[in-house]
């Protein structure tokens, strides 16, 4: 296995980049679990790191650094893995992996997330947590999202990506034209209760920016405009936390359905 002992090796500088936001169309994971989903699901990595004392003491990682062999995995010194670490304890590997880009389905037939510009990597994150846990399968990023492999919203999400088809840099107003559910989108003027409707068993559910809410133009064309009841006299909630009451009022009511179904 080849190690790495200088800040100024090539591969470590371009792993370093990435870790910082700039992106080329790839992505650090960090962590054993995270890095073990991955190969589950993807295969090797273009390029794994490893901590040189951790691979000596940690019979897990040492076998997945042997499970990929020495052209893709390579060491290196404790202090250059601290240093890229995004974590208060980093797990001693980092993987470089050309970021997922899955085939847009030409027909959505499930409900589904749209993120019309949501900016904070830990909204997005919490997010695409809030998404699986829910039962939604793919999220809709617009232009101006956070990116969505980027190693904060990986660390928010909780190896959510795992369990989602995401796709980024969607034109929203463009996939408008081809849904064939209903769009649900939250807002407070000229919107209606969520716990006052009885909603469809497939939608779209669109939340937008965090200080401006979804762009007007994408207000315009949904069917359904909703809004969460709260004390007065608080401010509206956060995107994450709104998502969260939608997602699973819309999972009650059609799990309670179901359940009478089979009564």
């Not at 369990?163 to 559910?181: C, F, N, P, Q, T």
């Amino acid at each position: 296995m080849k190690h790495i002992s200088s800040r100024d090796n090539p591969l470590y500088k371009r792993l370093a980049r990435l870790t910082q936001g700039k992106r080329d169309g790839h992505a650090v994971l960090e962590g054993i679990h995270v890095c073990q989903s991955w190969m589950s699901l993807y295969g090797a990595p273009e390029l794994a790191l490893f901590d040189i004392e951790r691979l000596t003491q940690n019979v897990e990682l040492g076998a997945l650094a042997q499970s990929l062999g020495s052209r893709v995995a390579l060491s290196c010194d404790s202090r250059l893995m601290r240093n890229l670490s995004q974590v208060e304890h980093e797990q001693g590997v980092c993987f470089l992996v050309n970021v997922p880009d899955p085939l847009r389905p030409e027909r959505m037939a499930e409900s589904c997330l749209w993120l019309d510009r949501v900016q904070d990597p830990g909204n997005v994150g919490t997010l695409l947590r809030t998404a699986a846990a829910a039962g939604i399968c793919h999220v809709y990023l617009s232009e101006g999202c956070a990116a969505a492999w980027s190693a904060k919203v990986l660390r928010s999400a909780q190896g959510a990506h795992f369990g989602l088809s995401i796709y980024e840099h969607v034109d929203l107003l463009a996939e408008r034209r081809v849904l064939k559910m209903p769009l649900m989108a939250t807002a407070l003027a000229q919107a209606r209760s969520l716990y006052t409707l009885a909603l469809p068993r497939h939608c779209a559910w669109l939340f937008g920016h965090e200080g401006r809410g979804v762009q007007p133009a994408l207000l315009a064309v949904a069917d359904e405009r909703v809004f969460i009841p709260q004390a007065a006299g608080v401010e509206s909630l956060n995107v994450a936390a709104a998502a969260a009451v939608c997602l699973f009022e819309h999972r009650r009511q059609w799990l309670d359905a179901a359940t009478d179904s089979r009564a």
